[in-house]
Protein backbone atom coordinates (compact mmCIF):
# COMPACT_ATOMS: atom_id res chain seq x y z
CA UNK A 1 0.00 0.00 0.00
CA UNK A 2 1.27 3.39 -1.04
CA UNK A 3 1.13 5.88 1.79
CA UNK A 4 -0.71 9.47 0.11
CA UNK A 5 1.32 12.32 -0.02
CA UNK A 6 -1.62 15.09 0.63
CA UNK A 7 0.42 17.93 -0.93
CA UNK A 8 1.28 16.34 -3.59
CA UNK A 9 -2.84 15.38 -4.23
CA UNK A 10 -3.30 18.96 -3.82
CA UNK A 11 -0.77 20.00 -6.08
CA UNK A 12 -1.95 17.73 -8.83
CA UNK A 13 -5.99 18.81 -8.76
CA UNK A 14 -5.22 22.56 -7.41
CA UNK A 15 -8.67 23.65 -8.90
CA UNK A 16 -10.97 22.12 -6.10
CA UNK A 17 -8.61 19.31 -3.74
CA UNK A 18 -11.86 19.04 -1.98
CA UNK A 19 -14.15 18.10 -4.90
CA UNK A 20 -11.83 15.26 -6.02
CA UNK A 21 -10.78 13.65 -2.10
CA UNK A 22 -14.76 13.11 -2.24
CA UNK A 23 -14.74 11.90 -5.68
CA UNK A 24 -12.43 9.27 -4.62
CA UNK A 25 -14.10 8.87 -1.07
CA UNK A 26 -17.59 8.08 -3.32
CA UNK A 27 -15.63 5.67 -5.64
CA UNK A 28 -13.94 3.46 -2.41
CA UNK A 29 -17.21 3.92 -0.44
CA UNK A 30 -19.53 2.02 -3.47
CA UNK A 31 -16.99 -0.33 -4.12
CA UNK A 32 -16.45 -1.23 -0.50
CA UNK A 33 -20.81 -2.06 -0.36
CA UNK A 34 -20.38 -3.49 -4.03
CA UNK A 35 -22.58 -0.53 -5.35
CA UNK A 36 -21.15 -0.86 -9.06
CA UNK A 37 -23.55 1.46 -10.63
CA UNK A 38 -23.23 4.08 -7.73
CA UNK A 39 -25.70 6.00 -5.02
CA UNK A 40 -27.77 8.67 -5.72
CA UNK A 41 -25.96 11.47 -4.48
CA UNK A 42 -27.26 14.66 -7.01
CA UNK A 43 -28.99 16.48 -4.77
CA UNK A 44 -28.60 19.11 -1.91
CA UNK A 45 -28.37 16.12 1.62
CA UNK A 46 -27.99 17.55 4.79
CA UNK A 47 -24.73 16.47 6.45
CA UNK A 48 -24.50 13.72 4.31
CA UNK A 49 -22.45 12.74 0.75
CA UNK A 50 -25.30 10.53 -0.54
CA UNK A 51 -28.26 8.81 0.03
CA UNK A 52 -27.80 6.43 2.97
CA UNK A 53 -27.87 2.74 1.53
CA UNK A 54 -28.91 -0.58 3.30
CA UNK A 55 -27.35 -3.57 3.90
CA UNK A 56 -29.45 -5.94 5.74
CA UNK A 57 -30.96 -4.17 9.05
CA UNK A 58 -28.07 -1.11 8.41
CA UNK A 59 -28.14 1.94 7.27
CA UNK A 60 -25.07 3.61 6.20
CA UNK A 61 -24.28 6.48 5.03
CA UNK A 62 -20.82 8.72 4.60
CA UNK A 63 -18.63 11.79 4.85
CA UNK A 64 -15.44 12.97 3.04
CA UNK A 65 -13.61 15.82 4.58
CA UNK A 66 -10.24 17.20 2.94
CA UNK A 67 -8.83 19.71 5.56
CA UNK A 68 -6.09 21.48 5.98
CA UNK A 69 -5.91 21.77 9.79
CA UNK A 70 -6.06 19.25 12.40
CA UNK A 71 -9.54 16.81 12.54
CA UNK A 72 -9.02 17.87 16.26
CA UNK A 73 -9.82 21.61 15.31
CA UNK A 74 -13.06 20.57 13.88
CA UNK A 75 -14.77 18.95 16.40
CA UNK A 76 -17.97 21.26 16.53
CA UNK A 77 -18.25 20.60 12.96
CA UNK A 78 -18.01 17.00 13.12
CA UNK A 79 -20.61 16.99 16.01
CA UNK A 80 -23.12 19.41 14.23
CA UNK A 81 -22.86 17.33 10.90
CA UNK A 82 -23.91 14.13 13.46
CA UNK A 83 -26.81 16.03 14.96
CA UNK A 84 -28.11 16.94 11.86
CA UNK A 85 -27.32 13.93 10.27
CA UNK A 86 -29.18 12.01 12.62
CA UNK A 87 -32.20 14.32 12.88
CA UNK A 88 -32.92 14.26 8.89
CA UNK A 89 -32.41 10.25 8.54
CA UNK A 90 -33.41 8.86 11.92
CA UNK A 91 -33.19 4.95 10.34
CA UNK A 92 -28.99 5.92 9.71
CA UNK A 93 -27.22 3.84 12.49
CA UNK A 94 -23.86 3.70 10.93
CA UNK A 95 -21.79 6.37 9.23
CA UNK A 96 -18.26 6.28 7.99
CA UNK A 97 -15.73 8.99 8.26
CA UNK A 98 -13.06 10.04 5.16
CA UNK A 99 -10.18 12.12 6.21
CA UNK A 100 -7.49 13.09 5.15
Not at 28 to 52: A, M, W
Request: hydrophobic letters at 35%; proline letters at 5%; aromatic letters at 16%.
Amino acid sequence: MIKPDWNIFRSKLPDNPQFHFEWICYLLFCNEHGKNTGIFRYKNQSSIETDPIAIDEIVIEWQAKFDDTALSDHKADMLEMLEKATRDYPGINKIYFYTN
